[in-house]
């Protein structure tokens, strides 16, 4: 996506070449994900994972891949959940600026 386009050359010109980037971006905003994120799409890029390497890192970028698409309130969240899920609400409308 060229919204993405920045922060990932970002990325790659900072982050040394041993560290996994894998690029996201919701394909929804604040008020159609505002109940859930069932159903809607969550866009992703393996720009640069290792699994050659170890295909464990693979998977474990899936599995946290699979935890964002699945998060959503509760009747009994704890104060930690409650602080992810304001951070993920608190950065959804942001800017780049």
Do not use: Y
Not at 15 to 34: K, Q, R, W, Y
Not at 40 to 47: A, D, T
Not at 89 to 97: I, K, R, V
């Amino acid at each position: 996506m060229p919204c993405q386009v920045f922060p990932k050359q970002l990325l790659l010109s900072w982050l040394p070449p041993e560290v996994d980037i894998l690029c996201t971006h919701p394909m929804f905003g604040p008020d159609s994900g505002a109940g859930s994120w069932a159903g809607l799409n969550f866009m992703f890029e393996r720009v640069r994972i290792l699994a050659d390497v170890d295909p464990r890192r693979a998977r474990r970028c899936e599995l946290l891949l699979e935890f964002f698409k699945q998060l959503q309130s509760t009747d009994i969240n704890t104060r930690g959940f409650e602080a992810l899920l304001n951070l993920v609400n608190n950065t959804a409308n942001d800017s780049f600026e």
